[in-house]
């Protein structure tokens, strides 16, 4: 996933929104540079206005009325229930590529931790997909440096999923 990639600008502002009726400037300060989600992978105001329109679009999100205060009115929006069915998904998913760790696994464990879900139970997820992919990367060439660095990528990956620990019941 790359940086202002559209789909998943959609999940991520689908499940920002899914934290409780909020508006497009609140999700858009989290997916700054220097927000919470921005630090890891941000997305620029405009592209995070055309996500949120889009997945109203999509009745995914609603418009639910606006938010109290001075200055310009903000339109509050809340997820709808089959908005609120495909966060809990996707929130549940682990990555298919590990190139994709730094972005959509780190977002999804900061969106988790956000809303007081486990990290642990997405971890062990994460590490049963890529074992076959890292026990196949056991026996490579060294050299191949290519082999060598994704064996390299998929040690330091597993080694810090499973710092989570096992899932607790």
Not at 8 to 18: D, H, N, P, R, S
Not at 20 to 30: D, E, Q, R
Not at 111 to 119: A, M, Q
Not at 135 to 141: A, I, T
Request: include cysteine.
């Amino acid at each position: 996933m790359t940086r202002n990639d559209p789909a998943l600008a959609e999940k991520v502002c689908l499940a920002l929104v899914a934290e409780g009726p909020t508006h497009g400037w609140a999700v858009s300060a989290v997916l700054a540079p220097d927000g919470e989600i921005g630090r890891i992978w941000s997305l620029t105001r405009p592209l995070t206005y055309r996500a949120l329109d889009q997945l109203a679009i999509d009745g995914l999100i609603e418009k639910v009325g606006t938010a109290p205060g001075g200055g310009r009115s903000r339109t509050l929006l809340d997820v709808t229930a089959s908005g609120r069915a495909k966060t809990s998904v996707w929130l549940n998913e682990p990555v298919e590529l590990p190139k994709d760790v730094r972005t959509e696994l780190l977002v999804k464990f900061t969106l988790r931790s956000r809303v007081g879900l486990p990290l642990e139970s997405l971890a062990a997820d994460q590490r049963t997909l890529f074992a076959p992919l890292l026990n196949g990367s056991v026996s490579g060439d060294d050299s191949d440096f290519v082999a060598r660095w994704r064996r390299e990528h998929l040690v330091a990956i597993d080694r810090f999923l499973s710092s989570f620990g096992a899932p607790t019941a």
